[in-house]
């Protein structure tokens, strides 16, 4: 729990970091700067603590799928406001296992239909627009 909320809080800090430099830099040599960067960073990690990772992930269409969704968040990102951004964003592990369950037969367990009522309501919680309530005179 502690590690998911740190990566979460990561993932905020992305968020917020891309949405100011994307207003001075260009989308896709952001997103290039930011890949080189995980590069490094997590290939240093993989090599010191768990080995060096294979080269078999490394095919054209991965690599192509990997650089169209990325450009295309550092897109939508950049010319968003953040939270427009980060809720649009949100809704990745939405769209996940909605194509796992048709795409490639995943089961639905009663923990993810759960994970996907909780996100999906907490999306829609922050855009709905409630009526103010009145004051009690």
Same mark, same amino acid.
Not at 69 to 72: A, E, F
């Given at each position: 729990d502690v590690?998911?909320?740190?990566? &979460? $809080? %990561?993932?905020?800090?992305?968020?917020v970091v891309v949405g100011m430099m994307g207003k001075k830099f260009d989308a896709v040599a952001l997103m290039l700067a930011e890949f080189a960067w995980c590069a490094v960073f997590f290939?240093?990690?993989? &090599? $010191? %603590?768990?080995?060096?990772p294979s080269a078999s992930w490394l095919r054209l269409d991965v690599v192509l799928c990997l650089a169209y969704?990325?450009?295309?968040s550092t897109i939508a990102v950049q010319n968003l406001p953040a939270t427009e951004g980060s809720v649009i964003l949100s809704t990745e592990c939405i769209f996940a296992m909605v194509v796992a369950v048709i795409f490639?037969?995943?089961?639905?367990?009663?923990?993810?239909v759960c994970g996907f009522a909780v996100i999906f309501g907490a999306i829609l919680l922050s855009?709905?627009?409630?009526?103010?309530?009145?004051?009690a005179k």
């Open positions: 590690l998911t909320i740190i990566g &979460a $809080l %990561f993932y905020a800090i992305n968020l290939g240093v990690g993989a &090599a $010191l %603590f768990d080995g060096l969704l990325v450009i295309g490639t037969g995943e089961r639905l367990t009663v923990p993810s855009e709905v627009q409630f009526p103010a309530r009145r004051k």
